[in-house]
């Protein structure tokens, strides 16, 4: 049987580097193994090619070289990272930022899964540094793309997570441009703007970061939203497949 993808999205800044896609609300991606099978032949990969992680909220990269991915077991980290264009990146989103990453020099690519917590943790950066040294990518050679998420306009947070963020050695400047404080109002997480600035700080120029600009609570009836349907919330897939 055949099962739909419906809507999927695609950067065209990233598209000529890299395959790659970005689901919609018409694949749940929960326990439906038909879907799995569909996403696999949009990537043009078997499906036990496509490479998930188990997804911590934490800051730890898998690495997937050409010719260690016949061993892949699901690692615990939140992003992966890979220069075999025989296997398909996967990470799994509803409401944490999708951040897909392709080097249009060396073709390595990555793909990484930023809420709030390993956004805290530097995850892109730290996805950026391991492109590096696993492959020796120049972060000035990055193209980026955040897809569908939680933006800035439903991303209220409590104190405590300012503090955190405190906590982990973010300074004054990046909490002030992070958290949109409005009287009456706790502060709002601007999630794509702390990646954004991340992806800036480890190199990867400005000009070549693409954020989608579209929020997943405000949009229900497009994307999941954890914070719309709660933990039965489906999810959304972002895949990427270096193309060479
Ligand atoms: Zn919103």
Redesign the pocket.
Known sequence: MQVPTGPLLRNTALEPFANHFFTTASLRLREDEQEWHEVARVAGVPTDRLLLLHQVHGRAVAVASSGSTGQWSRPEADAAVTDDPSVALVVRVADCAPILLADITTGAVAAVHAGWRSTMHRIVGAAVTTMRTAFGTNPADLVAAIGPSL?V??GEMGEEVVEAFRDAGHDHAALEAWFVRQPGRRPHFDLWRANRDQLEQAGVPRSTIHVSGL?T??HPDIFHSFRAAGPDAGRMAAVIRANR
């Open positions: 933006g306009c439903c929020c609570r405000t």
